[in-house]
């Protein structure tokens, strides 16, 4: 089975300010591995319309899906909505489900559902619903974009929701050795094993812990044998 | 004076997978927002040949400086120096400014300065070559695009040793105003003042602390006698 392949699209100033670390990206880059979905890249944009237009653009054209993240709520700099919209050359209203579902959620709150709020309510037309269990303001899907919030509570909840109706592929497995010797001490040792075993991919990762260097060999693959093979081979270096 | 503006390039399928949570991208922001170097965009790629050249061509043509991370180890997936070389149409060579670098680093260390280690000494050519404090191998720099290690530790080193020589803006200065109010309730009169104050930036960053909403609005600019005006009529919405 082909994997399928995703991108993702961090929307803020603030990120890019170093105010405020991001959490969104790592979070679904962990949830797609598992299930056999392969992020292949992550952009970091500013609030500008035409960046994120353009991006939204050229990301959801390579890619078989196109999450982002940030911008959908209430306030003036909040303009991810519009831009998608204008990606897709589509009308943004006041949708009757997107207001449905805000009117039941600040009722019940007792909150007034002021103009604000109904901003939230704004949603392309033709587009899915991405339900919110947090705050009531829903996230949506329109072609392969998926449009879901940023404040990290939200964005898992609206994850957890469509991952279920994503097409997956069959899970990358994956054999970690931990190896207490420097990358430079077994380079040319695992080329010979990366060259051997040319139908897995490894990856070298070097760690200090405590001032104890040592290198993580990462064997990625979906021939769980040939791994095994390859795992007792990296095990040699030590 | 105009604000110079960044890009960077974090390389690394590790980062992509979940592996490995990144913290230089953070660093880095933290870092150029002090100096008046505004980033505007960062990319997260996979350890790809044909996408690393053509993000290190995009970007180094957009912007004023693009900064990379990682893959310039001794192993054989680190593939960034002979990215950069081909972005830019250059010969990579094992260069002897780098290699009396790593030979004096391994020597003192009485570590043998054996070939995969070597790797670290090819540099493409006409690149200047930047210091590595903590593990020797340097980094480099190669028309505005500035290569560096992707371990935290060796990256800030690096960072540190480039910093000062930047061409660099006015500091953007900001006053943030914490507000015990959700976005939804302040968004109409915050868009006023934003209306009001055209030449100031506005960002509101919703929060939610042990159950607390509240929001953030930060006010970003140059003239701090406007923000302070700005400051007070934001803290009349509390």
Not at 203 to 232: C, Q, W
């Given at each position: 089975m082909?994997?399928?392949?995703a991108?993702?699209?961090?929307i803020?100033d603030?990120?890019?300010s170093?105010?405020?670390?991001?959490?969104n990206?790592?979070?679904?880059?962990?949830?797609?591995?598992e299930?056999g979905?392969?992020?292949?890249e992550?952009r970091?944009?500013?609030?500008?319309?035409?960046?994120?237009v353009?991006?939204?653009?050229?990301?959801?054209t390579?890619?078989?899906?196109?999450?982002?993240?940030?911008?959908?709520?209430?306030?003036?700099?909040?303009i991810?909505?519009?831009?998608?919209?204008?990606?897709?050359?589509?009308?943004?209203?006041?949708?009757?489900?997107?207001f449905?579902?805000?009117?039941?959620?600040?009722?019940?709150?007792?909150?007034?559902?002021?103009?604000a709020?109904?901003?939230?309510?704004?949603?392309?037309?033709t587009?899915?619903?991405?339900e919110?269990?947090?705050?009531?303001?829903?996230?949506?899907i329109i072609e392969?974009?998926?449009?879901?919030?940023?404040?990290?509570?939200i964005f898992?909840?609206m994850?957890?929701t469509?991952?279920?109706?994503?097409?997956?592929?069959?899970?990358?497995?994956?054999?970690?050795v931990?190896?207490?010797?420097?990358e430079?001490?077994?380079?040319?040792?695992?080329?010979?094993?990366?060259?051997?075993?040319?139908?897995?991919?490894?990856?070298?990762y070097p760690?200090?812990?405590k001032?104890?260097?040592g290198?993580n060999?990462?064997i990625?693959?979906?021939?769980?044998?040939?791994?095994?093979?390859?795992?007792?081979?990296?095990?040699?270096?030590?």
């Amino acid at each position: 089975m082909e994997q399928p392949n995703a991108s993702m699209l961090i929307i803020g100033d603030e990120l890019l300010s170093g105010r405020t670390q991001d959490t969104n990206m790592y979070y679904l880059a962990n949830e797609l591995t598992e299930v056999g979905i392969n992020l292949s890249e992550a952009r970091f944009i500013r609030d500008d319309t035409a960046t994120i237009v353009a991006n939204i653009v050229e990301l959801s054209t390579r890619f078989d899906y196109l999450f982002t993240s940030g911008g959908i709520g209430p306030t003036h700099d909040d303009i991810t909505t519009d831009c998608v919209a204008q990606a897709f050359g589509k009308q943004v209203t006041i949708r009757s489900d997107a207001f449905k579902i805000l009117k039941k959620y600040y009722d019940e709150k007792g909150i007034e559902l002021n103009e604000a709020r109904l901003r939230m309510a704004r949603i392309p037309e033709t587009a899915d619903l991405i339900e919110n269990s947090i705050s009531g303001a829903p996230g949506y899907i329109i072609e392969n974009v998926y449009v879901m919030a940023g404040v990290p509570k939200i964005f898992q909840s609206m994850l957890k929701t469509i991952l279920p109706k994503l097409k997956k592929g069959s899970p990358t497995l994956s054999r970690s050795v931990k190896l207490h010797k420097g990358e430079g001490d077994i380079a040319l040792e695992l080329e010979q094993i990366v060259r051997e075993f040319s139908k897995l991919n490894f990856g070298s990762y070097p760690f200090n812990e405590k001032g104890v260097h040592g290198t993580n060999i990462v064997i990625r693959g979906k021939d769980n044998k040939l791994m095994i093979k390859a795992e007792e081979k990296v095990r040699t270096l030590a």
